[in-house]
Protein backbone atom coordinates (compact mmCIF):
# COMPACT_ATOMS: atom_id res chain seq x y z
CA UNK A 1 0.00 0.00 0.00
CA UNK A 2 1.62 3.40 -1.02
CA UNK A 3 1.07 5.98 1.10
CA UNK A 4 0.63 9.44 0.22
CA UNK A 5 2.89 11.74 -0.33
CA UNK A 6 0.90 15.59 0.79
CA UNK A 7 -0.68 15.38 4.00
CA UNK A 8 -4.21 13.60 3.85
CA UNK A 9 -7.29 16.20 3.35
CA UNK A 10 -9.64 15.67 1.10
CA UNK A 11 -8.46 17.71 -1.97
CA UNK A 12 -5.17 16.19 -1.92
CA UNK A 13 -7.23 12.38 -1.70
CA UNK A 14 -9.39 13.76 -4.71
CA UNK A 15 -6.11 14.18 -6.61
CA UNK A 16 -4.44 11.09 -5.30
CA UNK A 17 -7.22 9.21 -6.35
CA UNK A 18 -7.87 11.17 -9.79
CA UNK A 19 -3.46 10.08 -10.28
CA UNK A 20 -4.24 6.41 -9.15
CA UNK A 21 -7.34 6.03 -11.89
CA UNK A 22 -4.59 7.59 -14.32
CA UNK A 23 -2.33 4.97 -13.95
CA UNK A 24 -2.25 1.08 -14.54
CA UNK A 25 -1.62 0.06 -10.98
CA UNK A 26 -4.28 -2.40 -10.07
CA UNK A 27 -6.56 -0.51 -7.04
CA UNK A 28 -8.70 -2.54 -4.09
CA UNK A 29 -12.05 -0.63 -4.08
CA UNK A 30 -13.69 -1.02 -0.26
CA UNK A 31 -16.97 -0.18 0.28
CA UNK A 32 -18.76 -0.75 3.70
CA UNK A 33 -21.48 0.69 5.72
CA UNK A 34 -25.10 -0.83 6.99
CA UNK A 35 -27.92 -2.41 4.67
CA UNK A 36 -28.04 0.35 2.67
CA UNK A 37 -24.89 -0.26 1.17
CA UNK A 38 -25.62 -4.09 1.70
CA UNK A 39 -27.68 -3.55 -0.44
CA UNK A 40 -30.25 -6.36 -0.60
CA UNK A 41 -34.09 -6.58 -0.55
CA UNK A 42 -34.83 -3.56 -1.38
CA UNK A 43 -33.43 -3.05 -4.93
CA UNK A 44 -35.79 -6.23 -5.57
CA UNK A 45 -33.57 -7.87 -7.50
CA UNK A 46 -31.60 -4.55 -9.05
CA UNK A 47 -28.52 -3.22 -8.83
CA UNK A 48 -27.43 -1.48 -5.51
CA UNK A 49 -24.92 1.52 -5.75
CA UNK A 50 -21.80 -0.84 -5.10
CA UNK A 51 -22.78 -2.87 -8.29
CA UNK A 52 -23.02 0.49 -10.20
CA UNK A 53 -19.55 1.75 -8.67
CA UNK A 54 -18.44 -2.14 -10.25
CA UNK A 55 -19.40 -1.43 -13.79
CA UNK A 56 -18.59 1.72 -14.07
CA UNK A 57 -14.47 0.71 -12.58
CA UNK A 58 -13.99 -2.60 -13.53
CA UNK A 59 -16.18 -1.95 -16.96
CA UNK A 60 -15.91 1.25 -18.45
CA UNK A 61 -12.98 2.80 -17.12
CA UNK A 62 -11.51 -0.89 -18.08
CA UNK A 63 -9.67 -0.90 -14.61
CA UNK A 64 -10.18 -5.09 -14.92
CA UNK A 65 -8.07 -6.08 -12.16
CA UNK A 66 -8.86 -3.78 -9.69
CA UNK A 67 -10.87 -5.20 -6.84
CA UNK A 68 -14.63 -3.64 -5.81
CA UNK A 69 -15.24 -5.06 -2.00
CA UNK A 70 -18.59 -4.35 -0.57
CA UNK A 71 -18.38 -5.78 3.11
CA UNK A 72 -21.34 -3.67 4.35
CA UNK A 73 -23.84 -5.29 6.93
CA UNK A 74 -27.55 -5.14 7.42
CA UNK A 75 -28.60 -3.64 10.47
CA UNK A 76 -25.11 -2.96 11.99
CA UNK A 77 -24.09 0.37 13.67
CA UNK A 78 -20.39 2.12 13.90
CA UNK A 79 -19.42 -0.23 16.96
CA UNK A 80 -19.95 -3.19 14.90
CA UNK A 81 -17.42 -1.74 11.49
CA UNK A 82 -14.93 -0.87 14.30
CA UNK A 83 -14.89 -3.99 15.83
CA UNK A 84 -14.80 -5.70 12.70
CA UNK A 85 -12.10 -3.20 11.31
CA UNK A 86 -9.69 -6.31 10.20
CA UNK A 87 -12.24 -8.36 8.36
CA UNK A 88 -14.08 -5.11 7.22
CA UNK A 89 -11.73 -2.75 5.93
CA UNK A 90 -7.80 -3.70 6.32
CA UNK A 91 -7.49 -6.81 5.44
CA UNK A 92 -8.36 -5.89 1.48
CA UNK A 93 -4.64 -3.71 1.89
CA UNK A 94 -7.63 -1.05 0.12
CA UNK A 95 -6.51 1.78 -1.67
CA UNK A 96 -10.30 3.78 -1.06
CA UNK A 97 -12.78 2.90 1.54
CA UNK A 98 -16.48 4.33 1.62
CA UNK A 99 -18.40 4.07 4.94
CA UNK A 100 -21.94 5.27 4.60
CA UNK A 101 -23.39 4.49 8.15
CA UNK A 102 -25.84 6.22 10.18
CA UNK A 103 -29.14 5.31 9.99
CA UNK A 104 -29.11 2.54 12.41
CA UNK A 105 -26.63 4.40 14.65
CA UNK A 106 -29.68 7.05 15.26
CA UNK A 107 -32.22 4.79 16.37
CA UNK A 108 -34.22 4.86 19.80
CA UNK A 109 -36.14 1.75 19.02
CA UNK A 110 -37.00 -0.11 22.34
CA UNK A 111 -34.38 -2.97 22.36
CA UNK A 112 -31.58 -1.38 21.31
CA UNK A 113 -28.78 1.39 22.82
CA UNK A 114 -29.82 5.04 22.53
CA UNK A 115 -26.18 6.64 20.76
CA UNK A 116 -25.58 10.21 20.96
CA UNK A 117 -24.88 12.16 18.18
CA UNK A 118 -21.54 13.14 19.60
CA UNK A 119 -20.70 9.74 20.73
CA UNK A 120 -21.45 8.60 16.78
CA UNK A 121 -19.32 11.63 15.41
CA UNK A 122 -16.21 10.15 17.80
CA UNK A 123 -16.98 7.06 16.25
CA UNK A 124 -16.45 8.32 12.99
CA UNK A 125 -13.45 10.00 13.96
CA UNK A 126 -12.12 6.61 15.10
CA UNK A 127 -12.97 4.72 11.80
CA UNK A 128 -10.99 7.65 9.80
CA UNK A 129 -8.22 7.82 11.85
CA UNK A 130 -7.27 4.25 11.44
CA UNK A 131 -8.43 3.97 7.69
CA UNK A 132 -5.59 6.94 7.05
CA UNK A 133 -3.31 4.75 8.85
CA UNK A 134 -3.32 2.51 6.07
CA UNK A 135 -2.47 5.08 3.66
CA UNK A 136 -5.75 5.12 1.93
CA UNK A 137 -8.33 7.26 0.83
CA UNK A 138 -11.36 7.73 3.22
CA UNK A 139 -14.85 8.33 1.90
CA UNK A 140 -17.79 9.44 4.35
CA UNK A 141 -21.33 9.79 3.13
CA UNK A 142 -24.18 10.83 4.67
CA UNK A 143 -27.28 8.03 4.23
CA UNK A 144 -30.05 9.50 2.75
CA UNK A 145 -33.17 11.15 3.47
CA UNK A 146 -36.04 8.89 4.97
CA UNK A 147 -39.63 9.46 5.68
CA UNK A 148 -39.40 10.70 9.14
CA UNK A 149 -42.92 10.10 10.13
CA UNK A 150 -42.92 6.51 9.19
CA UNK A 151 -40.06 5.71 9.83
CA UNK A 152 -40.39 5.25 14.32
CA UNK A 153 -37.13 5.61 15.93
CA UNK A 154 -35.51 7.73 13.18
CA UNK A 155 -36.37 11.09 13.83
CA UNK A 156 -32.62 12.21 14.06
CA UNK A 157 -31.42 11.53 10.92
CA UNK A 158 -30.65 15.57 10.21
CA UNK A 159 -28.37 15.04 13.27
CA UNK A 160 -26.80 12.34 12.55
CA UNK A 161 -26.37 13.18 8.87
CA UNK A 162 -24.57 16.72 10.14
CA UNK A 163 -22.60 14.43 13.01
CA UNK A 164 -21.30 12.78 9.34
CA UNK A 165 -20.31 16.39 7.30
CA UNK A 166 -19.00 17.68 10.55
CA UNK A 167 -16.28 15.18 10.79
CA UNK A 168 -15.73 15.39 7.34
CA UNK A 169 -14.94 19.15 7.19
CA UNK A 170 -12.83 18.27 11.06
CA UNK A 171 -10.73 16.04 9.40
CA UNK A 172 -10.81 17.02 5.80
CA UNK A 173 -12.25 13.89 4.66
CA UNK A 174 -13.91 13.99 1.33
CA UNK A 175 -17.65 14.07 1.66
CA UNK A 176 -20.51 12.32 -0.45
CA UNK A 177 -23.33 14.36 0.98
CA UNK A 178 -26.56 11.73 0.02
CA UNK A 179 -28.53 12.76 2.47
CA UNK A 180 -28.40 16.61 1.01
CA UNK A 181 -28.62 15.09 -2.70
CA UNK A 182 -31.91 12.62 -1.87
CA UNK A 183 -33.26 15.90 -0.25
CA UNK A 184 -32.48 17.90 -3.63
CA UNK A 185 -34.28 15.00 -5.65
CA UNK A 186 -37.57 14.82 -3.63
CA UNK A 187 -37.87 18.89 -3.87
CA UNK A 188 -36.84 19.12 -0.35
CA UNK A 189 -38.85 16.37 0.61
CA UNK A 190 -38.70 12.44 0.44
CA UNK A 191 -38.19 10.79 -3.29
CA UNK A 192 -40.50 8.50 -2.98
CA UNK A 193 -40.11 7.21 -6.04
CA UNK A 194 -36.22 6.72 -5.00
CA UNK A 195 -37.66 4.94 -2.31
CA UNK A 196 -38.75 0.91 -1.07
CA UNK A 197 -40.08 1.54 2.28
CA UNK A 198 -39.39 4.53 4.80
CA UNK A 199 -35.41 4.17 5.19
CA UNK A 200 -34.37 2.31 2.67
CA UNK A 201 -33.65 3.29 -1.02
CA UNK A 202 -34.90 0.65 -4.16
CA UNK A 203 -33.12 -0.07 -7.07
CA UNK A 204 -34.09 3.52 -8.84
CA UNK A 205 -32.21 5.14 -5.47
CA UNK A 206 -29.28 3.36 -5.59
CA UNK A 207 -29.04 4.81 -9.21
CA UNK A 208 -29.46 8.37 -7.18
CA UNK A 209 -26.89 7.22 -4.83
CA UNK A 210 -24.14 5.59 -7.94
CA UNK A 211 -24.43 8.69 -9.65
CA UNK A 212 -23.39 11.23 -6.40
CA UNK A 213 -20.42 9.04 -5.45
CA UNK A 214 -19.27 8.80 -9.15
CA UNK A 215 -19.40 12.76 -9.39
CA UNK A 216 -17.73 13.50 -6.43
CA UNK A 217 -14.88 10.58 -7.07
CA UNK A 218 -14.44 11.88 -10.62
CA UNK A 219 -15.61 8.54 -11.77
CA UNK A 220 -16.23 9.34 -15.30
CA UNK A 221 -15.87 7.18 -18.14
CA UNK A 222 -15.93 8.76 -21.41
CA UNK A 223 -18.96 7.70 -23.72
CA UNK A 224 -20.26 5.91 -20.80
CA UNK A 225 -23.45 3.99 -21.36
CA UNK A 226 -23.92 3.25 -17.58
CA UNK A 227 -24.06 7.22 -16.49
CA UNK A 228 -26.95 8.18 -18.74
CA UNK A 229 -28.40 5.06 -18.17
CA UNK A 230 -28.80 5.48 -14.24
CA UNK A 231 -29.66 9.19 -15.19
CA UNK A 232 -33.24 8.21 -16.82
CA UNK A 233 -33.51 5.71 -14.09
CA UNK A 234 -33.69 8.40 -11.80
CA UNK A 235 -35.79 10.49 -14.04
CA UNK A 236 -38.32 8.61 -14.69
CA UNK A 237 -38.74 7.47 -10.58
CA UNK A 238 -39.01 11.03 -9.93
CA UNK A 239 -41.67 11.09 -12.33
CA UNK A 240 -43.79 8.16 -10.84
Same mark, same amino acid.
Request: hydrophobic fraction near 45%; aromatic fraction near 4%; charge should be negative.
Given at each position: ???? $??????????? *???? &?? /??? $??????????????????????????????????????????????? /???????????????? *????????????????? $????? !?????? #?????????????????????????????????????? *????? #??? #? /?????????????? $??????? #??????? !???????????????????? @??? /??? &??? *? !???????? @????????????
Amino acid at each position: MPNA $DAPASAASDLR *RLAD &LL /AGV $DPLNWVITGDSITHGLVHTQGGRSYAEHLHELIRGELGRTRDAVINT /AISGHRMPDVLGDIER *RVSSWSPHVVTLMIGTN $DMSTQ !PGGPVV #EPEDFAASLREFVTQVRALGTIVVLQTPPSIDVPNAPG *RERIQ #EFA #E /AVRAVAAAEDVILV $DQNARFT #ELGNGGV !PWGLMNDPFHPNAAGHAALA @LEI /AAV &LGI *R !PAASRTLP @LLEAVVGAARLG
